[in-house]
């Protein structure tokens, strides 16, 4: 049976289990409610019946400044009684550039060929069928984020290790920390209908407490400028230094740490944000005119802006929110984590009252279909303000599954706004199975949009939340962990609402004799504190004792500014050629996005076998010539359980799953997959999951609304608070604002407004960054109409509410008899 006939079997083999699940669910309905008492269908794997073959995964990461090179190995062992095929399905972050594979079989290792990927695909059948050992690995044709790793025809008792190297850049956060992430959790991924199943949608499950496979992982950082400390959402060892000067230091995971979430390192330097330049010589056994054989710089600009908080008051502001039933999902681990959904409320919440007056504004919610608040976008106001807050108030993860073309063609087709550019904000667990055919439309249409993403929750597509962003000229974020949704999404609105960077050019001052080819492509935009990295390759006679000049240059409202890099054409010479890799996975991104063109798949396939980074196009695949024992007969298949963080790890008792398909029903054993290829149950709107020994109309704890979130919710479109019950709830004073009023003959909203601006700043100091931009709001409006008393109206605040804020340092004002604070 060859790779493909395989699959397919698989995949028709679910469809009659599924069929199967169907009948068993319709038969114990009842009521109106069923408890779903499945074990084995759609999938699900328990290691009773179906052994592992996948035993651990070890990690070796090395971080150097901005840049991780790392190893994974993938330890095998058949414990069945016939030769097994071990299918692993896993993640990998999108940017990943994967350059080696080999695996070791009793002692013998096998380095991994890349080849065009039908060959590759023809190579692993053929060794299979002549019952060799053969071992596949690949990215998936759906998504550049999903790789699957195959081990063909091992023996009973056998043991084998893959192991598999690449490279990528890091992501700088907002507060400095350079960020890598190795992640475990692959979420099945919604299969719109009429497409070919999804490969997550068919993959087995268990719940997080049965994964099997454990992590051990070390990683070594380096950095120029010094490390401070590193931080996990994963126990660490203490961090140990390596040098005296603390340029180098290292960590590992605690021991026997299961690989059941993603793991995140914070690695904060002494310095993130200087430009500089890593220049790496080419490979002179390297195949001639290839990208490996010259010279590659890697050029990581941080561009300069005039110090000014002038924010543009035009926009368009599309919010598109996925209301999937997978959003109803926590967006941590953590006991009474918050669901995925509310905590994009508050945001949303957040983001409109942080829109500036005279802008517009819509917002979507899609699923398995989707909806609008209004049939056009419409001019920012009080009551389109108050209307809108209403509807995101009731909100919810009620639309089934995850399909975000339509509603992304929708506003495409609809006409924008004159003079008020349009800018798409996109909040997803990212769970969508047609990446691709999204991100292209997206590029079809980034010349009328700008697009910022958010990938909420472990798992999210990076392939989908960095495509779409790079493809519309946007910024992108993930939110994991512990990290708080709405700090990020501040910062990519305060880019949003930066004034248009136009005419963007590379400047270049080299030797005569040297010409520079980009691999990257220029950027077309460009955001205050956000990182540019740019590659090219040098051609031509370079002398150690040469310097090159290159500059950024980009034109902001009416000035000219320029970022600009001077760099010694002494190249280093490095162990593994990381920048080449870099470079060439770039190109490869970059063409991906045309893979129409003949011509264009002819230079994605040079680029890919040339470098040795995988593709779309292409896999690597080796073959056990000396397999001790041919396999006579077709080995079984057995796939290894990736990690997903499904519903019924937070499944309340009493959880209601509205009717569109895929859903996720939950029982003790662990979640069944259902996709859109199942038969649908037309008939029942509600599933009713009991938890044992909990009674059916048990209701999860209830989390209490934060004040900052209820305060936020109360301040108007024109960035003031009206005086009310609750409002002096929330500050905690008697409630009436005309007794406390320091002029009686003064406008009460302004008096109010006053008492919130020094609440926020005396109790909400540390969460500035969520509400800076609502504050300017507030604080023009009291300037305006408080004029010269506003230092008497803010002693008097500090009085009322019992701190001793200085406001003067914001409002730009005198401010004498104001006690100062931090």
């Not at 087995?204 to 996990?232: D, H, N, V």
């Not at 957040?350 to 919610?365: A, D, M, T």
């Not at 975000?404 to 929708?410: H, M, R």
């Not at 990295?533 to 310097?547: H, N, P, Q, S």
Request: with cysteine; glycine share 6%; net charge negative.
């Amino acid at each position: 049976m060859s790779h493909y006939q395989s699959t397919t079997f698989l995949q028709c083999n679910l469809q009659e289990q599924c069929n199967q699940a169907d009948k068993s669910i319709v038969s114990s309905r009842s009521a109106g409610t069923m408890s779903c008492e499945i074990k084995n269908c759609c999938g699900l794997l328990t290691p009773e019946k179906l052994p592992i073959p996948l035993q651990g995964i070890s990690v070796d990461v090395q971080v150097k400044g901005f840049v991780a090179d790392v190893s994974a190995t993938l330890k095998y062992k058949n414990e069945e009684e016939k030769a097994v095929e071990a299918v692993f399905v896993f993640p990998m972050d999108e940017d990943s550039a994967v350059y080696s594979f080999e695996a070791t079989v009793e002692g013998k290792t096998i380095v991994a060929d890349l080849q065009e990927k039908e060959q590759a695909h023809k190579t692993y059948d053929e060794a299979i069928s002549q019952g060799l050992q053969a071992f596949l690995l690949e990215e998936d044709e759906s998504s550049g984020d999903i790789f699957s790793c195959n081990v063909g025809n091992l023996l009973s008792g056998q043991e084998a290790e893959v192991t598999l190297s690449f490279v990528q850049e890091l992501q700088i956060e907002a507060d400095g920390a350079v960020r890598f992430v190795l992640p475990a959790v692959l979420n099945p991924r919604y299969t719109p209908k009429g497409q070919k199943v999804n490969v997550t949608a068919t993959l087995p499950e268990l719940p997080l407490s049965q994964i099997p496979y454990t992590l051990s992982l070390t990683a070594k950082f380096r950095s120029a400028y010094g490390i401070t400390k590193i931080e996990s959402s994963c126990d660490l060892t203490p961090l140990k230094y390596t040098k005296d000067d603390k340029t180098e230091a290292e960590v590992s995971l605690a021991e026997g740490h299961k690989f059941d979430r993603d793991v995140q390192l914070l690695a904060y330097f002494s310095e993130v944000n200087k430009p500089n330049v890593a220049m790496e010589d080419g490979i002179s056994d390297a195949e001639a005119g290839s990208i490996m054989g010259d010279p590659v710089v890697m050029l990581n600009f941080y561009p300069g802006f005039p110090e000014t908080q002038e924010q543009s008051a035009c926009g368009e502001f599309i919010f598109v929110v996925d209301r999937s039933g997978s959003m109803e999902c926590p967006m941590n681990s953590e006991p009474n984590a918050q669901p995925r959904i509310q905590s994009a409320k508050e945001t949303l919440v957040l983001l409109l009252k942080s829109l500036p007056l005279g802008c517009y504004f819509n917002i979507y919610g899609f699923g398995s279909n989707f909806e609008s608040f209004f049939s056009e976008s419409i001019e920012y106001t009080q009551q389109s303000l108050d209307d809108a807050v209403e509807k995101v108030n009731q909100m919810q993860a009620d639309l089934g599954g995850t399909e975000i073309l339509e509603p992304l063609q929708k506003i495409y087709k609809t006409a924008g706004r004159p003079d008020h550019p349009r800018q798409l904000f996109i909040f997803t667990d990212g769970e969508v199975g047609n990446t691709k055919e999204v991100i292209s439309e997206v590029q079809r249409n980034s010349h009328s949009h700008r697009c910022f993403t958010f990938g909420i929750g472990e798992g999210a597509s990076t392939a989908l939340i960095k495509g779409v962003s790079r493809v519309a000229n946007g910024t992108y974020d993930f939110i994991t962990g512990k990290d708080r949704l709405q700090p990020k999404v501040l910062k990519a609105l305060k880019c949003a609402l930066q004034a248009t960077v136009k005419d963007v050019s590379i400047k270049w001052t080299l030797p005569p004799d040297v010409e520079v080819n980009l691999i990257s492509q220029t950027p077309t935009a460009i955001f205050r504190g956000q990182r540019s990295i740019i590659y090219a390759v040098l051609k031509g006679k370079l002398k150690e004792e040469d310097e090159g000049d290159v500059s950024l240059q980009y034109k902001y409202k009416d000035k000219t500014l320029t970022n600009q890099l001077k760099f010694s054409l002494k190249a280093n010479v490095k162990e593994r050629p990381t920048v080449h890799r870099l470079a060439a996975k770039n190109l490869i991104s970059r063409l991906e996005s045309d893979l129409d063109s003949e011509e264009v798949k002819k230079r994605i396939l040079e680029t890919s076998l040339q470098s040795g980074v995988i593709s779309s196009l292409t896999a690597f695949v080796a073959v056990n010539k000396d397999t001790k024992a041919p396999v006579e007969t077709p080995p079984v298949r057995r796939y290894n359980p990736p990690v997903a963080m499904a519903c019924a790890m937070s499944c309340p008792p009493g959880a209601a799953y509205y009717a569109p398909v895929p859903m996720v029903l939950c029982d003790m054993a662990g979640p069944i997959l259902w996709t859109a290829e199942c038969a649908a149950l037309p008939a029942i709107e509600t599933l009713t999951i009991e938890g044992e020994g909990q009674a059916a109309d048990d209701s999860p704890e209830k989390l209490e609304t934060p004040a900052l979130f209820r305060l936020i919710s109360l301040q108007n479109a024109d960035g003031s608070w009206k005086p009310g019950t609750e409002l002096a709830s929330i500050l905690g004073t008697s409630g009436d604002f005309q007794e406390s009023c320091p002029q009686k003959d003064m406008d009460l909203s302004v008096w109010a407004t006053i008492l919130a601006l020094v609440w926020l700043h005396s109790s909400c100091l540390e969460q500035r960054d969520e509400w800076e931009l609502l504050e300017s709001k507030a604080i023009a409006l009291v300037k305006a109409k408080a004029g010269s008393s506003l230092g008497e109206f803010i002693k008097a605040a500090n009085e009322l509410l019992k701190s001793s804020v200085d406001l003067s340092l914001w409002m730009n004002i005198s401010c004498p008899s104001a006690e100062s604070s931090s």
